[in-house]
């Protein structure tokens, strides 16, 4: 059954440690990107990828990395340089084309404690 | 500049009565449009979605309505129910965009029984 993982549902950090976040799909999808929510806040872009070993810069970029080694899997790491790292943050996917929209994973809480 | 706005944070209604969602934008290369829907701690799933040579799509009971000369969009529930209290996210795209979605900021649903 194809879909969009992320691990871990919840994931706590301590101040000044860099972590990574998990996200594959077996759907086959060219294009992952990386979004964060805050409470009461709509989906901010972090990073995007449109093809393996290739990926852009997207809203809020600073004090995050990511790769794109794989088809499949899009890891992101929260470096110790953001500020405010404690966030919902969603991985998502989607094939070539503007008309299928993307597919997401279930998040992971990050919380810096 | 945000180009997509759903200038309603929140939304109550009873239970049985119409749901309406606004959403405006000021982009009008935007040529196909999307609504998802989101529970707390879960990712965005797909609602419905409308072409930008369509000014109507309904699948059950959702609507979506396109008004283009007015750069604007809405999502009819009719008749709510409970479980659709959710946070519902317009998201917009363009051909030249390829499958990159530009969201807007959400409306939160509450239906009472």
């Known amino acids: 059954d194809g879909g969009i993982t992320q691990s871990p549902k919840y994931l706590f950090r301590k101040e000044g440690q860099n972590v990574t976040l998990s996200c594959e799909q077996n759907?086959?999808?060219?294009?992952m990107y990386w979004y964060r929510q805050d409470p009461g806040q709509g989906l901010r872009l972090i990073y995007y990828?449109?093809?393996?070993?290739?990926?852009q810069k997207g809203d809020i970029a600073e004090g995050y990395s990511v790769s794109r080694e794989k088809k499949e899997s899009f890891p992101l790491t929260v470096t110790s340089a953001q500020k405010n790292p404690t966030a919902f943050y969603l991985c998502?996917?989607?094939?070539?084309?503007?008309?299928?929209?993307?597919?997401f994973g279930s998040g992971t809480r990050l919380t810096v404690v | 500049d945000q180009q997509v706005k759903q200038n309603s944070p929140s939304l109550s209604v009873q239970e049985g009565r119409i749901s309406i969602l606004n959403c405006d934008y000021t982009?009008?290369?935007?040529?196909?449009f999307l609504w998802y829907k989101k529970y707390p701690a879960e990712g965005p799933t797909f609602l419905i979605s409308?072409?930008?040579?369509?000014d109507k799509n309904e699948d059950g009971r959702f609507t979506v309505f396109l008004n283009k000369s007015a750069k604007h969009l809405s999502l009819h529930i009719v008749p709510s129910q409970p479980g659709d209290s959710a946070v519902y996210f317009c998201?917009?795209?363009?051909?030249?965009?390829?499958?990159?979605?530009?969201f807007g900021g959400g409306t939160r649903l509450m239906v009472k029984p």
């Open positions: 998201a917009l795209t363009s051909t030249s965009a390829g499958n990159m979605l530009t």
């Open positions: 982009n009008s290369m935007f040529d196909y």
């Open positions: 998502a996917s989607s094939p070539q084309g503007a008309t299928y929209g993307y597919t």
């Open positions: 409308i072409s930008s040579i369509k």
């Open positions: 759907l086959n999808h060219d294009a």
């Open positions: 990828s449109q093809i393996v070993n290739d990926f």
